[in-house]
C-alpha cells in the first residue's frame, strides 16, 4: 500500500513587521523529494489555501525548483478541507510565518492528531513544531508531553535576529508543554525521533529528518 504524506504550510507572510516571510521553501522541498523519492504520495496543504508565502528560496537548488515547478503548493486545500486520519504523515515545514498562525488554528492541530491517533507519524522541522504547541490529544493531553524534540532553539532565534519578533520563542513553549527540547550547536543538522514524533532543529535537518521518517515507515 502507498503511504500518503500529508506536507502542512503556513500561510501567514508577516514577520512581526520587519520583513516578510512565510513558509521556509526547502523545509518542504527537501522532505518533498526524499518521500517521492522513496514512492510516497505527496499532498501539501495550507492553514488558508491558496498559495501560500514563501521564504528562503533558492533558485540555485534543484530541488527546491523541482517542488516549485511541480506545482505541489499552488493552489493548495485548507487545513480545514483535510482529513488527517487518510495520511501515514503529517509533516510540518517550518517558517517564521508558522509562528504566528499554526499553534492559533485548530486544523493545525486536527490534521496532526487524527494521523497520530489512526497510528501515523507526526513530523515538524525547524519553526514547523509551533504546530505542536497547542497539539492535544483526544484524552486532553499535549503529543510532546514528556517526549523528547528538536525544534529551532534559542540561540539560533537570537542569531536570526528575530528573538524579539517573534510571539514567543519555540524551544521554551516547547518546555512548558511538558517536552524535553534538544538542541544541537547552531545550524547543525539534528532530528530528535521518540515514537511516532519526529523534530528537527533546522532548515539542515529538514532532508535528515524525511530520511528518519521514511525508516519509521519501513
Known amino acids: 500500500m502507498t503511504r500518503r504524506v500529508l506536507i502542512a504550510l503556513t500561510s501567514h507572510d508577516d514577520l512581526g513587521g520587519l520583513r516578510s516571510t512565510g513558509y521556509y521553501v526547502p ?49 493548495t486545500p485548507r487545513l480545514a478541507e ?7 504523515v503529517v509533516f510540518y515545514a517550518g517558517g517564521h510565518g508558522t509562528m504566528w498562525d499554526f499553534p492559533q488554528d485548530p486544523d493545525v492541530a486536527r490534521v496532526g492528531r487524527e494521523a497520530y491517533e489512526n497510528g501515523g507519524v507526526v513530523a515538524a522541522v525547524c519553526h514547523g513544531p509551533a504546530a505542536l504547541v497547542n497539539l492535544t490529544l483526544s484524552d486532553g493531553s499535549h503529543l510532546v508531553a514528556g517526549k523528547r524534540v528538536a525544534g529551532f532553539t ?11 519578533v517573534v510571539p514567543f520563542l519555540l524551544a521554551d513553549a516547547l518546555k512548558e508543554r511538558g517536552a524535553r527540547h534538544e538542541g544541537a550547536g547552531d545550524w547543525e543538522p539534528h532530528v530528535v525521533v521518540d515514537g511516532r514524533l519526529a523534530t528537527g532543529q533546522n532548515p539542515a535537518s529538514a532532508a535528515p529528518l524525511a530520511r528518519r521518517v521514511v525508516e519509521l515507515l519501513s
Do not use: I, M
Open 27 to 75: 523545509e518542504a522541498a527537501h522532505p518533498w523529494k526524499v518521500f517521492r523519492d522513496a514512492g510516497f504520495e505527496v499532498d501539501v496543504a495550507s492553514v488558508r489555501g491558496g498559495e501560500p508565502p514563501q521564504d528562503g528560496y533558492d533558485a540555485g537548488d534543484p530541488d527546491q525548483v523541482a517542488f516549485l515547478t511541480s506545482g505541489a503548493a499552488d493552489g
Open 82 to 88: 483535510v482529513d488527517g486520519a487518510a495520511y501515514d
Open 154 to 164: 534559542n540561540s539560533e532565534e537570537k542569531a536570526a535576529g528575530a528573538a524579539d
